[in-house]
Each structure stands twice: as structure tokens, then as C-alpha cells.
């Protein structure tokens, strides 16, 4: 099994600039979500979604949209990119979100550089 | 609200010697508390998982974790340290919604 897989790996924008971010899990894992990591701030949740078409807003969703349309795929959308935008985003998926008794299971992280 | 402090940043051990790595929680009700592990340019790993089990918890490599409700902590042991165990820590709390809060994150460095 692939587990979550995260595309692209690396990524250098312009301010204003649009792209969508891939994640594909091949657990059939109902949960999914995005978190961002910027230094000293561990890991913040952006965007959540507990099975396909169902989706919420986590601690950080300004300048970010998601859809679940299949329960294997989670992009993240970028509408208009902005420096405060540059981090290293992991999406992660989870069997249930029931207390998280079933682990988190991680992407490798997409690296993104807004200029 | 549900919240989590690691109190260190970085620790610095020497391979065979123990590691503690410290966190401190806050939850007006009885959480779930984990240990993540992150290698450079890697995705997080689950290390270990409270709850409301056992107050020690055993998880993956060596480590450990004990659980004190009356210190409120979720500490991070292992009795000695070896080379690929240098990596970021991340202590994480689930709020009562079953979101997961991350702590900042403690490197540990590993020296020979």
C-alpha cells in the first residue's frame, strides 16, 4: 500500500498565483485533513473532512478551499497565494475520528515558497 | 480549551544515555494524549497513544510515556538514546470535538 501520498513535493509560487495541492490515501480511511508547519508553531489544522462531500473549517482556513468528492482524494486549493502562505503542508487520514483511537497516518509534506 | 506546551524546544542527549522529553497538557476533561515523531523531511509517526487506559503507555523504538493526571503531564522517556533516535517530538492533545493540538515541537539531537 502507497498510504497518503502528497504531490508535488516541492513548489515555488508568485503572490496571486493559484494551485491546488494532491492528496490521495489508499486506506479507505474516512477522515482526512491538512495541517500547515511553520517553525515553533507545530502543526496547525487547516482543513478537515470526515467522508466524501462532508468538510469543516480547522484553526487556520483563510486563503484555502477543499472538497471531498471521493473518499480516496483531499486537494487542498490555494485561490490567490500569499507570502504568509509559505510552510510545509501535510495532509494526513485516519480509519475514524472517534477520540483518534485509529493513529494519523501522514503524508511526506509539500514544501511551498510563496514570493 | 485544550492546550499543550512541550517545555523544551531542544534536548540534547549522548547515544546510550536516557532521553526525557516533557509536555504539559490542559483539559477540563480527560483527554486522549499522543507522541508523534517526525524525521527530517518525513511525514509524522504515531510513537504512542493514551487513552484512559494504562497511565504507562509503551509505544514504538523504546519509548515510553506515563500519564499524570495530577501534574498534568504526558512525559516522554526512553532509558537510552541511539543515533536515529534524532528527530522533531511532537506532543499532541485531541479537544473535546476529537480535533488533535499540536505542541511547538522538541528536537532532540543525539550525539555520538
Known sequence: ?115 | AQSVTQLDSHVSVSEGTPVLLRCNYSSSYSPSLFWYVQHPNKGLQLLLKYTSAATLVKGINGFEAEFKKSETSFHLTKPSAHMSDAAEYFCVVSDSSGKLIFGQGTTLQVKP
Open chain 1, 1 to 115: 500500500n502507497a498510504g497518503v501520498t502528497q504531490t508535488p513535493k516541492f513548489q515555488v509560487l508568485k503572490t496571486g498565483q493559484s494551485m491546488t495541492l494532491q492528496c490521495a490515501q489508499d486506506m479507505n480511511h474516512e477522515y482526512m485533513s491538512w495541517y500547515r508547519q511553520d517553525p515553533g508553531m507545530g502543526l496547525r489544522l487547516i482543513h478537515y473532512s470526515v467522508g466524501a462531500g462532508i468538510t469543516d473549517q480547522g484553526e487556520v482556513p483563510n486563503g484555502y478551499n477543499v472538497s471531498r468528492s471521493t473518499t480516496e482524494d483531499f486537494p487542498l486549493r490555494l485561490l490567490s497565494a500569499a507570502p504568509s502562505q509559505t510552510s510545509v503542508y501535510f495532509c494526513a487520514s485516519s480509519y475514524s475520528t472517534v477520540d483518534f483511537v485509529s493513529p494519523l497516518h501522514f503524508g511526506n509534506g509539500t514544501r511551498l515558497t510563496v514570493t
